[in-house]
């Protein structure tokens, strides 16, 4: 079950992040990211209507909210590299350097021991990275955007996993409000694409 919850998750996101470039390449990218954590607080409040939490301890609404602090970072330069046009080089750059740097803080923080394998992975990023973002020719500001969204996932993906399990889906919750007043300043900004 676990396996197709990652794929189905793994879709959804390769699904937002393509519609999120093309609205960038049309209207302000800070709209289109604000627009986008509403939506998903919208979202997320529902979910967690229907889905009891066990129970809800504040650092982990606190967890949530740094989390949407890293949330609204990677969306923020991650649409903002988009709007460039840069897809091959911003979603690839954000997107595995941003669970590299996960599986980093993972190690040096929390303690976590990966295996071989997952070294090996992280050992092969930066290489691969590189050739992807066209070996130098092309590391400019698409590049730049893909490693500050990837910061951005890091703290998402970390501070979330910070939060107990039995909260449920109120962390989340936390994340999106959080995600959505450190976006609201740049969003005012564009009233008409609002």
Not at 40 to 60: F, K, R, W
Not at 77 to 82: D, P, Q
């Amino acid at each position: 079950m676990g396996a197709l919850l990652a794929l189905t998750s793994a879709l959804c996101y390769g699904f937002v992040d393509f519609a999120g470039g093309l609205l960038s390449r049309r209207v302000p990218h800070a709209a289109v990211t604000f627009l986008g954590q509403l939506g998903g607080l919208l979202l997320a409040a529902g979910a967690a209507l229907l889905l009891p939490a066990a129970a809800l301890a504040g650092s982990d609404l606190l967890w949530g909210a740094l989390s949407g602090v890293g949330s609204a970072t990677a969306m923020r330069f991650l649409n903002r590299g988009l709007s460039h046009g840069a897809m091959s080089v911003v979603v690839p750059v954000s997107a595995v350097t941003g669970v590299a740097l996960s599986v980093l803080c993972g190690v040096l923080l929390l303690g976590d021991r990966p295996g071989g394998l997952a070294w090996a992975g992280i050992a092969v990023t930066g290489p691969a990275l590189w050739w992807v973002a066209g070996g130098g020719t092309r590391m400019g500001r698409e590049a730049t955007d893909g490693l500050l969204a990837s910061a951005g996932v890091a703290v998402q993906y970390v501070a979330l996993g910070q939060a107990d399990p039995v909260s449920g889906l109120w962390p989340v919750v936390a994340g999106r409000v959080a995600a959505v007043l450190v976006l609201l300043p740049g969003a005012v900004r564009h009233p008409e694409a609002l």
